[in-house]
C-alpha cells in the first residue's frame, strides 16, 4: 500500500510521478515531430538539405553564393559518407544509412544525390518518409533546384510543398 505524507504529496521517485513524466515527454516528442514534419507552422525554421558526398562542395559553394535564407527559411546543407566503392560499384549499407539518416531528420525536406545504380536503392526509403531525391551531375545545378523549390514553399507542410515542386507530375 502506497502512503501519503500529511500534505498529500506522492514522494519523488513514485511510480505515478515516474508514468506521468514519461507521459509528458512521449506527448511532447510527438508534438514536435508532428510539427518539424510539416505540420505546425515552420516560418523561420531551419530546412535540411542531404547532399552525397561527391556533390556537396558543389552545392554549399551554391548556397553560399546565394545565401543562407530561401524564402521563409534558413537552408542547413549536411554532406553524406561517401558511398561509391573505390573499385566501382556502390556500398548499399552506407546508401541505406543515409537515407535513413534523412529520413529520422524531420527537418530534411530534399536529398541531392548524383545519377547512379544507388538511386534505385535509396530512392524507396526517401519516397517512404516523404523525401524528394534530386538526381545530377552537378551539385550546383541540384541545390539550385532544391533552393528554389524551398523559396516557394509556405510556413506549413514544408516537405510536401519542395516535393511537389520537386518532382514531375
Do not use: W
Request: charge should be positive.
Amino acid at each position: 500500500m502506497t502512503r501519503r505524507n500529511n500534505s498529500g504529496d506522492v514522494p519523488a521517485g513514485h511510480p505515478r510521478l515516474v508514468l506521468a513524466g514519461a507521459a509528458v515527454l512521449v506527448a511532447g516528442a510527438l508534438g514536435l515531430g508532428v510539427a518539424g514534419c510539416g505540420g505546425g507552422d515552420a516560418s523561420g525554421a531551419t530546412v535540411s538539405v542531404y547532399v552525397a558526398a561527391p556533390l556537396c562542395g558543389a552545392a554549399k559553394g551554391q548556397l553560399a553564393s546565394h545565401g543562407a535564407m530561401a524564402g521563409n527559411f534558413r537552408i542547413a546543407v549536411r554532406c553524406l559518407a561517401p558511398s561509391e566503392r573505390s573499385g566501382g560499384g556502390v556500398d548499399l549499407a552506407a546508401g541505406g544509412s543515409n537515407s535513413r539518416r534523412a529520413t529520422e531528420d524531420t527537418s530534411a525536406v530534399a536529398t541531392l544525390e548524383a545519377r547512379g545504380p544507388g538511386n534505385k536503392f535509396t530512392r524507396p526509403i526517401l519516397e517512404s518518409a516523404g523525401i524528394p531525391l534530386v538526381t545530377t551531375s552537378d551539385g550546383r545545378t541540384g541545390m539550385s533546384r532544391i533552393i528554389k523549390a524551398i523559396e516557394g514553399a509556405g510556413s506549413s507542410n514544408v516537405r510536401d510543398q519542395v516535393r511537389e515542386s520537386l518532382e514531375p507530375s
